[in-house]
């Protein structure tokens, strides 16, 4: 069965420190891999997608991840947060030969101190 | 383009009661899709659909109901609503890779 896992649930840095969301996913075909953004009482908001090709992709609001499929993780980087990215941070994966449908993570709270 | 269009974005159920939550999108995708969202568990996904008069179930899809009449609609039906139901429900639609999430429905139900 696919799975996705975000082994933290709550995540705390301080403004100006770097972070990292992990995110590692058990799947029978060729993934592709998406990182969404949800404000409270807001919709998702996609920050990045991996199809194939360059295996570190960059995204918007300074975002990056790297798809490392020997060790099956797709983790999220920032080198340096802002107070607004306190979010909840969802890792999803999907492939074609599921029809599209998504299996997505349990999420990440961030919260930013100043 | 208005992209996924989901209404009503927040309704009040008693239990027991049936209710429609309706879902458009007008960018002529063929994958669409329903999902629920809980506290600490995600989005998990209840129905989908491959293109209009194919339908098939996801991973939680009892007590919901679906059809695809035409490639623009896939309304998600409770048939007698349940306080397990409270949830906030997303639809998406897809093109080959990218998934677009409508705005969302907050649902309770009492």
């Known amino acids: 069965a696919q799975s996705v896992t975000q082994p933290d649930i709550h995540i705390t840095v301080s403004e100006g420190a770097s972070l990292e969301l992990r995110c590692n996913y058990s799947?029978?075909?060729?993934?592709?891999l998406f990182w969404y953004v949800q404000s409270p009482g807001q919709g998702l908001q996609l920050l990045l997608k991996?199809?194939?090709?360059?295996?570190l992709v960059q995204g918007i609001k300074g975002f990056e991840a790297e798809f490392k499929r020997s060790q099956s993780s797709f983790n999220l980087r920032k080198p340096s947060v802002h107070w607004s990215d306190a979010a909840e941070y969802f890792c999803?994966?999907?492939?074609?030969?599921?029809?599209?449908?998504?299996?997505f993570g349990a999420g990440t709270i961030l919260r930013v101190k100043s | 383009n208005a992209g996924v269009t989901q209404t009503p974005k927040f309704q009040v159920l008693k239990t027991g009661q049936s209710m429609t939550l309706q879902c458009a999108q007008d960018m002529n995708h063929e994958y669409m899709s329903w999902y629920r969202q809980d506290p600490g568990m995600g989005l998990r996904l209840i129905h989908y659909?491959?293109?209009?008069?194919?339908?098939d179930q996801g991973e939680v899809p009892n007590g919901y109901n679906v059809s695809r009449s035409t490639t623009e609609d896939f309304p998600l039906r409770l048939l007698s609503a349940a306080p397990s139901q409270t949830s906030v429900y997303f639809c998406?639609?897809?093109?080959?890779?990218?998934?677009?999430f409508g705005p969302g429905t907050r649902l309770t139900v009492t």
């Open positions: 991996y199809f194939s090709g360059d295996t």
């Open positions: 799947y029978g075909a060729t993934p592709y």
């Open positions: 659909s491959v293109g209009a008069g194919i339908t």
């Open positions: 998406a639609s897809s093109s080959a890779y990218e998934q677009y």
């Open positions: 999803a994966v999907g492939a074609l030969e599921y029809g599209n449908k998504l299996v």
